[in-house]
């Protein structure tokens, strides 16, 4: 081959390759739009205006109190949005959805809500507790869930019943320090031991909505952070001022039980979907909301 074809056949080529880049270059695809991005729900546990630390001895109600266990189950979580579209996390599965928030373990005091879809939202409403149709032992349905709840330190199911504890305070109370031991869930009526003959009893689980004091906007740059307090001090000093007395206040069961659960988390609706009392939420409250 001449110098002169090797020439011409040399800018053949690299004109080709040019002409190809330039092509490919055009036709590439832009990249997906971002449509979703986490929200972190931090739990703030206080008694009062004081971080809530186990062990330690607090006032409530002219009653001294200490705790040495705090553990309650958060569930069916929705966000809302500035026109009132509700978006609903995992509401139907407890494995992905919902959480036991455990002072002794500060890994469980943040709980991440993935893949938010983005837009302005301005309330936020947790379930407390596990609603009735979720609320039983499932270990094949949600395994996850039924582990966390069940394992040696937590054990948030019920001893009898096919259910979920929701509230599992223990500790002392009074100058003498007494046991105290105060456990919240639904129950169940019926023959103990006898699954054949359980109904639904009193229902425990409570939906709280609750206001940001700003408005979040979750976009494809900002995964915001809601620090929810929860004020326990509303336990003995909330809207029912509850006295602990006897030599061991154990409080398991229905009557006992409901004014301690209307104090924490509001006192439920009434049937036709209304609050029994819109201006009681309980000790849940938003402090801030960080982007």
Avoid at 109 to 135: A, D, P, Q, R
Avoid at 199 to 227: Q, Y
């Amino acid at each position: 081959m001449t110098d002169f074809k090797k020439i011409l056949l040399g800018a053949f080529v690299a004109t080709t390759l040019v002409a190809c880049g330039g092509s490919n270059n055009d036709d590439s695809p832009a990249p997906p739009q971002q449509s979703s991005n986490n929200v972190t729900l931090k739990f703030n546990n206080v008694m009062g205006s004081t971080p809530l630390a186990l062990g330690t001895e607090y006032t409530s109600n002219n009653q001294k109190i200490k705790f040495t266990e705090v553990k309650y189950v958060i569930s069916d979580i929705y966000l809302v949005k500035s026109d009132g579209t509700k978006v609903p996390y995992n509401v139907d599965n407890l494995d992905k959805g919902a959480t036991v928030v455990n002072l002794a373990k500060s890994e469980t005091l943040s709980y991440v809500l993935e893949g938010i879809e983005l837009g302005e939202y301005n309330k936020i409403i947790l379930g407390f507790g596990v609603k009735s149709s979720l609320n039983t032992l499932d270990q094949q349905k949600f395994p996850n869930f039924y582990a966390a709840a069940g394992a040696n330190d937590t054990k948030m199911h019920w001893e009898w019943g096919n259910g979920y504890r929701f509230t599992k305070l223990e500790g002392t109370y009074g100058d003498e320090n007494k046991p105290l031991s105060i456990h919240t869930g639904s129950t169940v009526k019926g023959t103990r031991d006898d699954p054949r003959t359980y109904v639904p009893g009193v229902d425990a689980f409570r939906d709280v909505t609750l206001e940001l004091p700003s408005k979040m906007n979750v976009t494809p740059k900002s995964s915001p952070t809601i620090t929810i307090n929860a004020d326990w001090d509303k336990l003995l000093n909330g809207k029912t001022k509850i006295t602990l007395s006897g030599k061991i206040p154990t409080i398991h069961h229905t009557q006992s039980m409901i004014p301690v659960v209307n104090n924490l988390a509001g006192e439920g609706r009434n049937l036709d979907g209304s609050y029994v009392d819109a201006n009681y939420m309980g000790m849940f409250s938003v402090s801030k909301v960080e982007h």
